[in-house]
């Protein structure tokens, strides 16, 4: 047995929990993501990195109506100065700034290559150059005026603001995503104008409801159109709630092709699509024939997009062969809202929009006061070296005088003219050539100028109704640069209800269309082979198995079984197992008991009835409609009570029923004796002494009862010769006519 060796003695050591441990650095991580880097601000809509991008753009002086600089330039000062992270995390966040098909208002503006809607990425950054857009500069005005405040760097060499003035409401209008540690965000962009008129309403009506802002909001603006197809109800309440979806699809016109044919193009797609992938999603589904009516996808787009969708055939209908590529591919997209956000940067909290236009609006309440203070602090600096210039003027050659020959001027100058330092200290400071500007006109002109500024300032201070006022103005002016009636600004995304197609319809026309014959064997094995084949006996079958039944078909079909335990089954013949094997057995599809076999298969017509009935004779007429279930337990329509069970699922085309027992008695009587039932155990139809129900049929008095007899020859009795088994339901009946089928069955 080995020693037990003690660790060497390593000094103090510390015990720690380890789980408590554990919380803090998680916790700690956790809230470096959700602060720094996932979610957005509210008051700007800007995460750091994008704050620190614009930040260090507008040091650079990359001003609209400046030059452009490389973006290498720009990195490597966001990198070097604020954000030390990789290069390119900070490129490609810049990057999106610049991208039209990705930001609704851009805030770089990129020369060079950007990438593109094909998922293209930019050219590297040592080849591009970028500078602010005049969007920009709005969220950035006001930053040398004390508008925010600002706080030191990483390393403490230099400071950066906490948040943008921020004279746009951009968390709205430009949205955000970002997954953070046990929470998420999703803001789609929003249309710039839209957003003023709700912030000018909410500063009239602060109690404004959801209801009127989703009026002057009607939905999100995306920078690549589409149309958006959700209830008007559906976004008041997810713009209430700041939780929710929009479906977007995409926006497409029926383009005549000439001879009668047309073609359908699509010029708007989804936001956040990549063109590319779209198309080849859609060529993937053709080539696997899930998209029987379409023919050809192409894609002719330039500048702007342009796909050609080609229709199968001149007949197709467009809006059905739409409806079934918006269920299949990115054609239609749902775009989620999760409005979750830093409320005043420090608190994540999912907001409506009228909370968070709330938000952008204390937010600029707040920097017209700092600004407005800033500029009084200004006044008061100017004022006092006014007052100084006015004295030195009225006093020039003393002043003149008092700079030569003393020794120390500035103290004189206080002595002598009860000067402040700072009055001193600008006096001192002036150029000579200033002298001849020193007017006394001039110096109380300004006086007169500041001091009435300084005083509408401290009236603004003191007045909320007034800075609502001016906070108003500032947003119609935004409106007017960037709102509706510019190009930049007029609305992109349309609004469109989705056409009332019918599911089933749609389910149809993403199936090809082909015949086929629907085999069902004896020992339940059922498959669907090509063709309407004529010859039935050619068909093969396991070793002690046969034909039970065949139909003949479409793939677009549904297919109807009905069971001894009165259930209805339904099954699409396009799911159906080929034709080359055997097939499959029924009971992997369908939830039916070992104790239980098919009576019936039939191709499901709607607007068609079916006569129904149990072995005791109890059944009652049935819409094709109400049967079908298309779910594997099927669908329970005829209650059997053991031990009689389902026997007869006939067509009811006709206006009389004929039945016939074991017992050899055959009866008819009117259709109209039997009642229409969605379920139930029906009437009963025959009365026996012995035995029960053999086969039951539904036909037109006037054509006569016809049955087909075991040589194949089909006999009819006619009308006139019925008379003796005419009847009422439920009676016992007669022998059937001569030649009617030993086995009590009507055959065809």
Same mark, same amino acid.
């Given at each position: ?50 704050? +620190? ?42 990057? +999106? ?91 789609? *962009? ?9 912030? #000018?309403? @909410? ?16 939905? *999100? ?101 739409? %409806? ?16 979750? $956000? ?43 070296? @006014? ?14 005088? &008092? ?7 500035? /103290?004189?100058?206080?002595? /002598? ?17 200033? #002298? ?69 319809? &749609? ?31 050619? &068909? ?9 039944? /065949? ?24 799911? @159906? *197992? ?58 329970? $329509? ?18 009389? $029923?004929? $039945? ?59 009308? %006139? ?19 009617? *089928? ?7």
């Amino acid at each position: 047995m080995s020693e037990i060796v003690e660790p060497p003695d390593s000094g103090d050591i510390e015990p720690i929990d380890l789980q408590k441990a554990l919380e803090e650095r998680y916790l700690a991580y956790a809230l470096s993501t959700i602060m720094n880097r996932a979610l957005p601000d509210a008051r700007d809509g800007l995460k750091p990195v994008h704050r +620190r991008l614009l930040h260090a753009m507008r040091l650079l002086k990359l001003e609209p109506e400046s030059g452009f600089k490389k973006c290498a330039r720009v990195v490597g000062d966001v990198i070097g100065k604020y954000h030390p992270h990789g290069d390119q995390a900070v490129y490609d966040a810049m990057v +999106r700034l610049a991208q039209q098909f990705a930001v609704r208002y851009p805030l770089v503006e990129g020369q060079g290559n950007f990438g593109n809607i094909d998922g293209d990425n930019a050219a590297a950054m040592r080849y591009t150059e970028a500078r602010l857009t005049p969007y920009a500069m709005a969220l950035l005005d006001g930053l040398d005026e004390d508008a925010v405040d600002f706080r030191e760097t990483y390393d403490g060499e230099d400071s950066e603001p906490v948040v943008m003035p921020g004279a746009v409401p951009n968390l709205l209008a430009n949205g955000s995503a970002g997954i953070a540690v046990g929470m998420a965000t999703n803001i789609p *962009p929003h249309n710039l104008g839209e957003l003023c008129d709700a912030a #000018l309403h @909410l500063i009239r009506f602060p109690g404004a409801s959801p209801a009127k802002l989703a009026e002057l909001v009607p939905g *999100p603006d995306f920078p690549t159109g589409g149309l958006i197809v959700e209830s008007p109800g559906s976004m008041v309440e997810t713009y209430a709630s700041g939780r929710g979806g929009f479906r977007l699809r995409a926006r497409w016109h029926r383009e005549d092709a000439g001879r009668g044919t047309w073609v359908v193009v699509v010029t708007e797609i989804p936001y956040q699509v990549q063109k590319s992938r779209l198309i080849e999603k859609i060529a993937e589904l053709l080539q696997a024939r899930k998209l029987p009516l379409l023919a050809d996808i192409r894609d002719e787009s330039a500048e702007d997009v342009r796909i050609v969708l080609e229709p199968r055939a001149r007949t197709v209908d467009p809006v059905l062969m739409m %409806e079934s590529l918006f269920r299949l591919s990115e054609l239609e997209s749902r775009v989620s809202l999760n409005l979750n $956000v830093l409320s005043r940067g420090k608190v994540p909290k999912v907001m409506g929009l009228g909370a968070a236009l709330n938000e952008w609006l204390a937010h600029r309440k707040e920097v017209l006061g700092r600004r407005a203070r800033f500029r009084l602090e200004r006044i008061a600096r100017r004022l006092e070296v @006014l007052a100084g210039y006015l004295v030195a003027y009225l006093n020039l050659d003393e002043v003149i005088r &008092i700079i030569r020959y003393e020794d120390e001027p500035k /103290a004189q100058l206080m002595r /002598a003219f009860l000067l402040t330092e700072i009055q001193a200290e600008a006096i001192l400071n002036m150029r000579l050539r200033a #002298l001849r500007r020193l007017e006394e006109m001039e110096i109380r002109r300004e006086h007169e100028e500041l001091s009435a500024e300084k005083a509408g300032l401290e009236e603004l201070l003191a007045s909320d109704e007034m800075q609502w006022a001016r906070i108003s103005n500032e947003i119609r002016d935004i409106r007017k640069r960037f709102g509706g009636t510019t190009e930049i600004g007029r609305r992109r995304t349309g609004f469109a209800e989705a056409p009332e197609a019918d599911h089933a319809e &749609i389910a149809q026309a993403m199936i090809e269309r082909e015949p086929v014959t629907v085999v069902l064997s004896d020992k339940g094995w059922v498959r669907a082979m090509r063709g309407h084949l004529s010859d039935l006996d050619q &068909i093969q079958f396991k070793t002690g198995d046969r034909l039970k039944s /065949a139909v003949q078909c479409q793939t677009t079909d549904k297919i109807v079984l009905f069971a001894t335990n009165g259930r209805f089954y339904t099954l699409g013949a396009d799911k @159906l *197992p080929g034709g080359r094997g055997h097939g499959e057995p029924l009971r992997l599809t369908i939830d039916l008991e070992e104790t239980h076999d098919i009576v019936a298969m039939f191709v499901h017509e709607p607007g068609a009835r079916r006569l129904v009935a149990t072995s005791d004779g109890r059944g009652f007429i049935v819409a094709e409609n109400d049967v079908v279930a298309m779910t594997r337990k099927g669908k329970q $329509v005829l209650n059997v009570d053991t031990p009689a069970e389902a026997a007869i699922c006939a067509p009811a085309a006709g206006d009389h $029923v004929a $039945v016939v027992g074991d017992n050899r008695k055959l009866l008819a009587f009117p259709l109209d004796q039997v009642p229409e039932m969605a379920r139930g155990k029906g009437v009963r139809l025959q009365r026996y002494r012995d035995g029960g129900l053999a086969d039951a049929r539904v036909f037109t008095l006037a054509e006569g009862l016809t049955w087909i007899d075991s040589s194949g020859r089909t006999w009819t009795v006619r009308q %006139e010769d019925l008379g003796e088994w005419l009847g009422a339901r439920a009676q016992a009946g007669r022998m059937p006519p001569k030649g009617f *089928p030993r086995n009590n069955r009507f055959g065809g």
